[in-house]
């Protein structure tokens, strides 16, 4: 067992943390939660820079550490997150790379990576949110497109997004994780309504998607009709097993900030408290250390972050929701206050018990996937 | 950056998970837990002769020669079989009491005002005078109080890096009997693994043993002490709640003597009461933050 970084590791992150210290003073300020344009252009502005100063495809291009370090390495610094870029970098990226063609791939990966197109992912609908697999958006093929028809629910992004990753049933007798084909869907194509829907914390996060008779060039297909089910469950694996990982080192400052407030307000003096935020640090050291696992078995194995995405996650959804709760605590009677800072967090954190697949159906993945317990109701 | 088991880490605990299966297996545990209060010296020597005690003392000092990483996954497997007596004191005295590395003395210490084996052993570190018996909860840890002030050793220690592994242990342990049980019995028609409240106890029960391994791992290749803080309040929690929750998946038969559940429990509450408690790693790990 070995938790040293190789030589060009560490010159890799000497190179990034100087490079970060130069540019991070020239950015401009980030624009307000809810100017979705403002943050797109931010966003994507960040992601030009990373790419003309040769970081853009650490998310698909690097080994596992070398992508540990930039996260912990920017993070560190306080540089921005992937933001608008979330779903282009983190799924359809990684999943493109995997299953697409070589002209799909040259499409699509590079307009990612240089910061010009926003993704979003089409998989959840109103009847088909944890039993994604119920998906009742459909496509038929017209000629040379596949004309689709439903609706998409609890889509992030969708207002300010080129690219949709779309999950469709393409054969409606089919056993229904068999007839769903993975496509790539231009935003801009007629037939689309997007309707912003507010969240509990009062942002238009994410939308409810429209379409009527869209159509979809059959070249925008990844993988093969009716084969969407695997595709979509590489992306998934992308999803819980490395989309958090920046977030970890994000939460332990966090952490340290709280406690900087608390001396400073008195709550430090309560042992309870105390006690809690110390239990707390143990849980993002050892959430670190077991991403540092994860990553190192999937370098040993090249391969893709599987079921034990789902521990993560599981442990870490519960993790952030106990941090900003602790967080309310340090402020007292202002954390009935939107306006004071870890208010908005606090709310938001109640997504992650449920976006990316829920706590309970992360708990039937590793009971009947690692631990082999039969499948039931 | 490999932070994964080597081969040579691999046979290691494979060895002594063989080595314990064949001296310590579920008939002598029964004898053990039978006959309260009597250490089995021949069982002790077995572990000398194995190089338990001086895993991590130099090899010209007669020892094996390796470190804490190893003397981790020796203490894990010690904790899955349920390893009776004074593992940790006699281990951390291998290097300075005469006997204790070749499994002929056995060491105990003082530790939080309890002391685990005082009858049993050979040599008490620390002041054990005025020593009273208590009636222990767990059958295979005798324990004496020792009056006067509470005194524990640091916080990110060693010997709390060792009760975490064997933590660790107990818990990987538990989550497979409560798996092997909700894979078995049936209920309704069914094996109650099938149901997803029980389902949901045993993802759980995986969740804090994979948790607690990669925090008590990490610990032992950095030894540095907030390390092993946050490995001994992970082990602490995977093994008292998991133990908790095995008992809960076996159901009445949990609640039963004969069932080992209530064996790991009571044991992983003695480990958890070890150098202060989580108490002491919490408010240690709070400082460091503020530090």
């Not at chain 1, 990373?50 to 970081?55: C, K, P, S, V």
């Not at chain 1, 495809?57 to 608008?84: C, K, M, N, Q």
């Not at chain 1, 998989?123 to 459909?138: C, H, M, N, V, W």
């Amino acid at each position: 067992m070995d938790l040293s970084c190789t030589p060009e590791e560490e010159e890799f992150r000497a190179r990034l943390r100087e490079w970060l210290t130069k540019v991070l003073p020239t950015l401009p300020a980030a624009p307000p939660p809810d100017d979705w344009p403002g943050r797109r252009a931010y966003d994507l502005g960040w992601q030009r820079m990373l790419y003309d100063a040769g970081y853009a495809d650490v998310h698909w291009g690097a080994s596992p550490t070398t992508r540990l370090i930039f996260l912990e390495e920017t993070e560190r610094a306080g540089a921005p997150y992937v933001g608008a870029n979330f779903v282009g970098l983190l799924h359809a990226g990684p999943t493109i790379a995997a299953e697409g063609t070589v002209g799909q791939q040259a499409r699509w990966l590079p307009p990612i990576l240089r910061g010009e197109e926003v993704w979003c992912q089409g998989f959840s609908e109103p009847g088909a949110g944890s039993d994604l697999a119920a998906l009742r958006t459909r496509a038929h093929r017209d000629g040379d497109d596949y004309v689709v028809s439903g609706s998409k629910l609890w889509t992030s992004h969708a207002e300010v997004a080129d690219w949709c990753e779309l999950l469709v049933r393409t054969d409606p007798d089919a056993p229904r994780h068999q007839g769903i084909t993975w496509l790539a869907m231009p935003m801009d194509a007629d037939g689309i309504t997007v309707r912003p829907l507010r969240t509990l914390a009062g942002s238009a996060e994410f939308a409810e998607v429209f379409l009527d008779e869209v159509r979809v060039p059959a070249v925008n297909r990844v993988g093969e009709e009716n084969d969407g089910w695997r595709v979509t469950m590489v992306t998934l694996s992308f999803e819980r097993g490395t989309a958090f990982v920046g977030e970890v080192v994000a939460c332990r400052r966090t952490l340290t900030e709280l406690t900087r407030t608390a001396r400073e307000n008195g709550r430090w003096d309560d042992p309870v408290l105390r006690r809690r935020v110390g239990r707390l640090d143990a849980e993002f050291r050892a959430l670190w250390r077991l991403i540092q696992w994860n990553v190192s078995e999937a370098e040993t194995t090249g391969g893709v972050p599987g079921a034990r995405g789902s521990v993560f996650k599981l442990r870490y959804a519960h993790a952030r929701q106990e941090l900003y709760d602790t967080a309310a605590e340090v402020l007292g009677p202002d954390c009935l206050d939107l306006d004071r800072p870890w208010v908005l967090d606090r709310l938001s954190a109640l997504s992650y018990t449920i976006a990316a697949g829920t706590s309970q159906i992360q708990r039937n993945i590793v009971a009947e996937r690692i631990l082999g317990l039969p499948k039931g109701r | 950056m490999r932070f994964q088991l080597t081969d040579d880490q691999e046979a290691l605990r494979t060895g002594v998970r063989e080595l314990l299966d064949r001296c310590f297996g579920p008939e002598v545990l029964r004898t053990a837990v039978g006959a309260p209060g009597r250490l089995d010296r021949t069982l002790w020597r077995t572990l000398g002769d194995a190089g338990f005690f001086a895993l991590r003392l130099p090899e010209a000092d007669g020892g094996v020669g390796r470190g804490l990483a190893e003397a981790v996954l020796a203490f894990e497997e010690a904790g899955r079989a349920l390893l009776p007596g004074p593992l940790v004191a006699t281990h951390l005295a291998a290097g300075d009491v005469p006997g204790a590395a070749t499994g002929e003395a056995v060491v105990t210490a003082v530790d939080g005002g309890v002391v685990e084996w005082l009858g049993a052993a050979d040599v008490v570190r620390g002041d054990a005078s005025g020593a009273v018996p208590l009636h222990s909860v767990d059958p295979l840890t005798p324990l004496h109080r020792v009056p006067g002030p509470v005194a524990f050793g640091p916080a990110g220690g060693v010997a709390v890096l060792l009760t975490a592994a064997e933590q660790l242990g107990t818990a990987a342990r538990v989550c497979e009997l409560a798996v092997q049980h909700a894979r078995t019995r049936e209920q309704f028609g069914r094996p109650i693994g099938a149901f997803q409240a029980v389902k949901h106890l045993c993802a759980d029960l995986l969740v804090r043993v994979e948790v607690a391994r990669v925090a008590v791992y990490a610990a032992a290749v950095t030894a540095d002490p907030a390390d092993i803080a946050t490995a001994r309040l992970l082990a602490d929690e995977a093994a008292v709640r998991g133990a908790r929750d095995c008992l809960q998946v076996h159901g009445g038969m949990g609640f039963t003597w004969e069932a080992d559940v209530h064996l790991h429990l009571k044991r992983a509450w003695v480990r958890a009461h070890r150098g202060g408690g989580g108490t002491q790693s919490e408010e240690f790990l709070a400082e460091r933050l503020v530090a």
